[in-house]
């Protein structure tokens, strides 16, 4: 067997240690992993994904951060049941990070756009589909190209009522909370006269 030529063996060295500054590729959008050529961590991840509320309404935006030291990749994703298939979409991504087409979604990921560090400051918006189904958000995060974690999940969310007046329901959540129902009735019959 011939030995490698010094420009071939720096070309092969320099696309390994290049992986995917400018994101996430499609391929990667089922099964999560960011072909670093190099296993994941086993450790428990030093990441959390934190969401702005615990239900969600169709249509209505939800914040998602990932709580932790600063990262420099990403892939998130909403999903739903066992599903891989991304559900949803992302809105205006936030400053180095871009979106990435999955299921057919063209929003249906959000990645890294480049290597530079991101923190806990990085708030990426998701907007629900019209789903009964629940729903959670999963990342692949990269403190550097060798360190990563994959599955890093959020809580998952749960389909909430519609937001409304719905007194029905406002006045049963109430219960420990007289004064309020008090004024919620006072301020009704005062709107009524």
């Known amino acids: 067997m011939e030995p490698l030529s010094p420009a071939v063996a720096l070309l092969l060295v320099l696309r390994v240690v290049g992986g995917f500054p400018s994101g996430a590729p499609a391929s990667a959008c089922d099964s999560m992993k960011p072909g670093h050529g190099v296993p994941p961590q086993s450790s428990p991840a030093p990441y959390r994904l934190i969401t702005s509320t615990g239900t969600f309404q169709p249509g209505r935006p939800i914040t998602v951060t990932i709580a932790g030291p600063p990262y420099r990749g990403v892939l998130l994703e909403a999903r739903s049941g066992s599903s891989t298939d991304a559900v949803g979409t992302w809105q205006l991504p936030p ?12 929003r249906g990921a959000v990645t890294h756009s480049n290597t530079n560090p991101k923190g806990n400051g990085t708030a990426f918006t998701w907007t629900p589909p019209d789903s009964p189904a629940p729903v959670y958000f999963t990342a692949t995060v990269a403190q550097q190209f060798s360190v990563y974690w994959l599955n890093v999940r959020s809580s998952t969310l749960s389909r909430g009522a519609p937001k409304g007046l719905n007194l029905a329901s406002r006045a049963g959540r109430a219960g420990g909370k007289p004064l309020l129902l008090l004024l919620t009735c006072f301020l009704l019959l005062q709107m009524q006269s």
């Open 95 to 106: 400053p180095d990070t871009r979106f990435l087409a999955c299921a057919g979604n063209p």
